[in-house]
């Protein structure tokens, strides 16, 4: 199957995603890291490195499923272009898309967590709590069914719940 997560950055799905990924012993394809990873190779950063870390991470994810494998995608998935991405991938494989949505319903908690926060990407600079409220407000509505999970719950209760709507999926 293919778990394509969703959320801004900073709301925890990059946690849930790789708690899901051990639990599951799936890989992540994280969008973060490969975006990064073509600053360092010398792309500029005018380039649209964010479209093309996208298609990178579905490349991934392709070969990924391409061995009968459970994949999991860590990306902010905030356009319908995205998630379309995700559904066309897994219709090519015939297995099941899930969409897991993780928000931070404490927008104080929220901007906490993203101003603390250091992944360790390097060359990746950590977006600010203004971009989180451009994309806020730019955040698609959801044509999708999801799994929405609050990161104000905590984290092996979010992972609990996502693996039993998952093996409900498989």
């Known amino acids: 199957m293919l778990i394509a997560m969703a959320g801004l950055p900073g ?8 708690a899901l ?6 890989p ?20 649209p490195t964010g479209l093309a870390a ?3 991470a579905e490349a991934v994810a392709d070969g990924v499923l391409g061995l009968g494998q459970t994949v999991i995608v860590d ?4 356009v ?7 559904r066309s991938l897994a219709d090519r494989h015939g297995v099941p898309v899930v969409f897991i949505e993780v928000v931070c319903s404490d927008p104080v908690v929220h901007r906490r967590r993203l101003e603390n926060r250091s ?4 060359g990746f600079a950590e977006p600010t709590w203004e971009v989180v ?16 999970l609050d990161a104000m719950t905590d984290l092996s209760s979010n992972v609990a719940t996502a693996l039993g709507v998952l093996s409900a999926t498989a």
């Open 11 to 18: 709301a925890g799905k990059s946690s849930v995603a790789e």
């Open 133 to 148: 409220e451009r994309l806020r407000e730019e955040f698609a509505s959801w044509v999708d069914h999801r799994l929405v």
């Open 75 to 78: 990306a902010v998935n905030a």
């Open 54 to 56: 996208y298609v990178v």
């Open 80 to 86: 319908e272009a995205a998630r379309g991405q995700w």
């Open 119 to 122: 992944r360790g990407i390097e």
């Open 21 to 26: 990924g051990r639990k599951l012993a799936a």
């Open 28 to 47: 992540v394809v994280s969008v973060d890291p490969i975006e990064a990873a073509m600053w360092r190779a010398g792309v500029a950063r005018d380039q």
